[in-house]
């Protein structure tokens, strides 16, 4: 084998190192995050205030352990309230003839699925089916309810994806024009996702403006992050940008599991990661009369603060590498041409 062959495996190998980066942290993170979905004290309710609502919430808790945080409201009334505020995702309505179980399947068709085999039981004790009412279902055009977390994977890799036509095509333009190109990007994004979701799909019935804004806050941030991270990690931003918007963006999101039926770190991620910011927005203002609609806005703001924040911090690094080479290009000495080509990456 020649030294020109050999060189060119080592290339070839080289490059090969990031699919099989991607392919180790694409199962951790997915398996990690789904493969084994168990309720973590997943808040649920028994409707009632006699001694019996009591009990039997009591005895449903002591079975369950740390699976569920069980309480009791006073009424029907109150239990939609909660539902629909998200407080609980299920409630239980006692009754030796008809028991009922009040669902919200709009903020998670899987938690409402698991909220159900925890009280189908209990209902099975009266002799009686069980009656499943859903306050608050999704969308005729998204009977899963899982079709604005397929919305957020589109508008993602439309996001993560123009990153490294910017960086890699868009390399020689000043960062100022490759800002202003990650903003428009994200506008031209966040309106194929907003047509997507409304006229082509219709994945929501109401709200779209609300969701077009959400979805150009996303994808800003995710382009104005992967622009400044371009200018340090070169051709290591793709892994970068996947571990950062994919691996641990859509496993944390809430839109196959909610936190409460994912590990802690999953859980955790999803109290301040974008993905969830935008699954969660969305669900609050479609379904959930806005209810905590002004945290997940925040959320995506903070993002796209960072996004400005990366983007401004490698504007000011390649100034400076310019400000450098420019300085070595007039300098004098015969080590000046090689210093030249050490500073700019040659």
């Known amino acids: 084998m020649g030294p020109a062959t050999r060189g060119a495996l080592r290339h070839v190998l080289s490059h090969l190192l990031t699919p099989l980066l991607m392919c180790i942290g694409m199962g951790l993170a997915y398996l990690g995050a789904f493969a084994q979905p168990t309720p973590h004290e997943l808040p649920v309710a028994v409707v009632g205030s006699g001694p019996g609502a009591q009990t039997l919430a009591r005895g449903i808790a002591e079975k369950a352990g740390d699976r569920l945080a069980v309480r009791t409201v006073a009424d029907r ?165 996947m571990v950062l918007f994919v691996m641990l963006n859509f496993t944390s999101a809430g839109g196959v599991y909610r936190p409460e039926l ?12 974008n993905g969830a910011g935008f699954v969660e927005g969305t669900r609050s203002l479609v379904y959930f009369d806005s209810t905590g609609l002004g945290r997940h806005v925040a959320t995506l703001a903070l993002w796209l603060a960072l996004g400005a924040a990366v983007t401004a911090v490698a504007w000011a690094a390649e100034a400076r590498k310019a400000r450098t080479a420019s300085a070595t290009a007039t300098g004098s000495g015969p080590g000046a041409e090689e210093e030249m080509e050490e500073t700019v990456g040659v």
């Open 262 to 273: 994912q590990n802690g770190f999953f859980a955790g991620l999803h109290s301040f990661w």
């Open 77 to 241: 009334d109150e239990a939609v309230r909660a539902l629909r505020h998200q407080d609980v995702f299920g409630a239980y309505i006692p009754d030796r003839k008809a028991p009922e179980l009040l669902v919200a399947s709009a903020g998670s068709d899987t938690t409402a699925v698991a909220v159900q085999k925890v009280f189908t039981p209990v209902a099975a004790r009266t002799g009686a089916p069980l009656k499943v009412t859903d306050v608050a279902p999704p969308a005729e055009g998204d009977p899963t309810g899982q079709g604005i977390f397929f919305l957020l994977v589109a508008v993602s890799i439309g996001s993560y994806a123009s990153v490294a036509v910017l960086g890699a095509a868009g390399g020689a333009l000043p960062m100022r024009l490759r800002a202003a190109l990650a903003v428009a990007t994200s506008f031209v994004v966040s309106v194929i996702g907003a047509v997507l979701a409304g006229p082509v799909f219709g994945l929501v019935d109401h709200g779209l403006w609300g969701l077009w804004g959400m979805a150009w806050a996303y994808s800003a941030g995710i382009l104005l992050v992967g622009v400044g991270l371009h200018t340090f990690l070169k051709r290591w931003t793709t892994l970068g940008m």
